[in-house]
């Protein structure tokens, strides 16, 4: 058997010159960028309570009654308020967005008031002189706020109540008839409120309107129009849909309810099993956030989670989260929370950029243009030896033929 390189020296030579660079820069690049800090040095945990018997268990009641949340002990804290002496966590006030759906409840008051009913565009009154009937008249209070009269035209009605209205055209009467003793009397009011009920009540929801918020932050409603909506919390919203309201309908109350909610969402990629959108039906924390996305993968650097917030603030603002350090000392900083819009990135570790760097490097690169392997071949003889009845002796390959005569 022989051996032949398909390599010369020099070749050789070479790539081993090849390889030794690309391991140095290897390692060049990999001492920039650090390795995780856990490699290099023990991180410090908070005692954890091994639940393995009775008294484990024992243990762990008493400390979550120890640590049980009550308005003594989070009186100071801003992160909490206390409502009815209950202590609940102080959540920052949802702010409606585009996406959202609203409802309208309209509650119509039918209650006694002490302020006289004033009249209103589509009221419907009747004006009676009962010594004079020839002057008597009924109808609709035109939409420029005015009625006409036999005699004296048209006169202004609007806001007036029936005590002034009646004092204003006995006075204008007075000038042609002694005594003119008018009535006025309402035959229909609140038209308004008609049309309101006409346009909001339906079969399965009654007196109620569902308005989904257009991607321009407006929504639109009955009588008063599309308003902006987009950015206010419900309550603020809810006081400026009353205050529309009273400038047109009387006796009526608006309450606003958040039906569904789909501008609340946040978006997760990265070292993530399901990156993608999701929407937080809840407020969420950082880890909770990771979670809905599956959880991360083993690639995951949790030491440099990045979160890109810009909803709400003049400048975007980018904050790095150690969240390997916060899961191993047990210190999961409730009040760490995820907003809406926030962008979670999840980068990959030390260790898998430096795979992707040799890979890089030696299947993609320098392994492309001087593959690193050698080349050898073997030539054998595998000739097979002639049959027994055909063989030769050696020895007689050398000796001069003969020839034998009978």
């Given at each position: 058997m022989t051996h032949s390189p398909s390599l010369t020296k020099a070749v050789v030579r070479t790539r081993l010159a090849a390889i030794f660079a690309a391991i140095?820069?290897?390692?060049?690049?990999?001492?920039?960028?650090?390795l995780p800090?856990?490699?290099?040095?023990?991180?410090?945990?908070?005692?954890?309570i091994d639940v393995?018997?009775?008294?484990?268990?024992?243990?762990?009641?008493?400390?979550?009654?120890?640590?049980?949340?009550?308005?003594?002990?989070?009186?100071?804290?801003?992160?909490?308020?206390?409502?009815?002496?209950?202590?609940?966590?102080?959540?920052?006030?949802?702010?409606i967005g585009s996406g959202d759906v609203l409802e309208l409840v309209y509650h119509i008051q039918y209650q006694k008031t002490s302020e006289p009913y004033r009249l209103e565009v589509q009221d419907r009154i009747s004006i009676n002189f009962p010594y004079n009937p020839q002057f008597s008249t009924s109808g609709l209070v035109r939409?420029?706020?005015?009625?006409?009269?036999?005699?004296?035209?048209?006169?202004?009605?609007?806001?007036?109540?029936?005590?002034?209205?009646?004092?204003?055209?006995?006075?204008?009467?007075?000038?042609?008839?002694?005594?003119?003793?008018?009535?006025?009397?309402?035959?229909?009011?609140?038209?308004?409120?008609?049309?309101?009920?006409?346009?909001?009540t339906t079969a399965p929801r009654g007196q109620s309107k569902v308005a989904p918020v257009a991607p321009d932050g407006r929504?639109?409603?009955?009588?008063?129009?599309?308003?902006?909506?987009?950015?206010?919390t419900v309550s603020q919203l809810e006081e400026i849909i009353n205050q529309r309201y009273s400038k047109y309908v009387r006796n009526l109350?608006?309450?606003?309810?958040?039906?569904?909610?789909?501008?609340?969402?946040?978006?997760?990629?990265?070292?993530?099993?399901?990156?993608?959108?999701?929407?937080?039906?809840?407020?969420?924390?950082l880890l909770q956030a990771l979670t809905q996305a599956g959880g991360f993968k083993p690639s995951a650097n949790l030491e440099d989670v990045l979160v890109f917030r810009n909803s709400g603030l003049t400048t975007p603002v980018v904050y790095r989260v150690n969240l390997q350090k916060m899961m191993n000392s047990g210190q999961l900083y409730g009040d760490?929370?995820?907003?809406?819009?926030?962008?979670?990135?999840?980068?990959?570790?030390?260790?898998?950029?430096?795979?992707?760097?040799?890979?890089?490097?030696?299947?993609?690169?320098?392994?492309?243009?001087?593959?690193?392997?050698?080349?050898?071949?073997?030539?054998?003889?595998?000739t097979p030896y002639k049959a027994a009845s055909s063989y030769v002796n050696p020895s007689t390959l050398n000796t001069p033929a003969t020839t034998t005569t009978p």
């Open positions: 140095s820069a290897i390692c060049f690049l990999a001492t920039c960028s650090g800090p856990s490699w290099t040095s023990s991180r410090s945990k908070t005692p954890v393995k018997s009775e008294s484990g268990l024992k243990t762990l009641q008493e400390t979550e009654t120890r640590l049980k949340i009550t308005p003594a002990s989070v009186k100071d804290d801003p992160n909490y308020k206390i409502i009815n002496s209950v202590a609940i966590p102080n959540i920052p006030a949802y702010r939409t420029d706020g005015k009625i006409t009269m036999p005699l004296i035209g048209e006169i202004q009605v609007v806001g007036l109540t029936v005590d002034e209205l009646t004092k204003d055209i006995n006075k204008r009467y007075s000038r042609f008839i002694n005594n003119p003793s008018a009535t006025v009397g309402i035959e229909e009011f609140n038209v308004k409120i008609d049309e309101l009920k006409k346009a909001i929504v639109g409603f009955p009588i008063i129009g599309n308003i902006e909506a987009a950015g206010f109350q608006v309450t606003l309810i958040l039906l569904e909610i789909h501008h609340n969402k946040v978006y997760i990629f990265g070292e993530v099993n399901v990156p993608g959108i999701y929407e937080m039906t809840s407020q969420f924390t760490l929370t995820v907003q809406a819009a926030d962008v979670i990135y999840v980068p990959k570790s030390a260790i898998d950029d430096l795979n992707d760097l040799i890979a890089k490097i030696f299947t993609k690169g320098i392994y492309a243009i001087v593959p690193f392997q050698s080349n050898f071949s073997a030539t054998y003889d595998l």
